[in-house]
């Protein structure tokens, strides 16, 4: 699966060449960026991933996604897991550009992403964000995680995924939004 389509966005699943291009701030043709991608955490995110790839090869489907929003078509920011899943779990990380944020695109994108994770039987998503990064938190809750852990001024959270619960499409293929068929355990 290299392309995810959300009612907003769709998710696209870079390879190395496009996760240069966004290193060096460099868009190729046929890339539509906004005016404001990529911006520094797009750029940390993909260095990751191109790491990751040039030691262990192509990291799909646990690699980066650019996220584009499908009303203009634009690049606003990006989604991925940091690394492969380990014993059933997988870490996150998500970023949009500033003129991106404040619409729920992030949560939407990682609602798509839990949908891969599920796919592949993984048990547990886990992601981490500053205590100060309060629409991060906001972002994490709305997706369907919930706070586990408090390291300084880390804030550790996860979602537990049902195996027997598949994430729900409409007839276009696409992932709604809300995280209603993530199921979640309290503990």
Not at 20 to 47: H, L, N, S
Not at 65 to 89: L, S
Not at 124 to 140: C, E, I, M, P
Not at 163 to 173: D, V
Request: include cysteine; proline fraction near 4%.
């Amino acid at each position: 699966m290299t392309e995810l389509h959300t009612p907003r966005l769709s998710l696209h699943a870079i390879d190395t060449a496009e996760g240069e291009r966004i290193v060096g701030r460099c868009p190729g043709a046929g890339d539509a960026w906004a005016e404001d991608f990529p911006f520094v955490g797009d750029v940390y995110g993909v260095t990751a991933f191109l790491r990751a790839s040039a030691a262990h090869g192509d990291q799909r489907p646990f690699g980066h996604y650019r996220i584009t929003r499908a009303a203009d078509g634009k690049a606003i920011g990006g989604i991925g897991f940091k690394g492969q899943p380990d014993d059933g779990c997988v870490e996150i990380g998500y970023g949009l550009a500033e003129s991106a944020r404040g619409h729920g695109y992030a949560a939407e994108a990682l609602v798509a992403l839990l949908k891969i994770a599920t796919e592949h039987g993984l048990s547990r998503v886990v992601a981490d964000t500053t205590g100060d990064n309060v629409a991060s938190q906001r972002t994490l809750e709305r997706a369907g995680f919930r706070r586990t852990d408090t390291n300084g001024d880390l804030h550790r959270y996860e979602v537990l995924l049902d195996a027997a619960s598949r994430p729900a499409q409409t007839a276009t293929g696409e992932v709604p939004l809300l995280p209603a068929h993530i199921g979640t355990h309290d503990q």
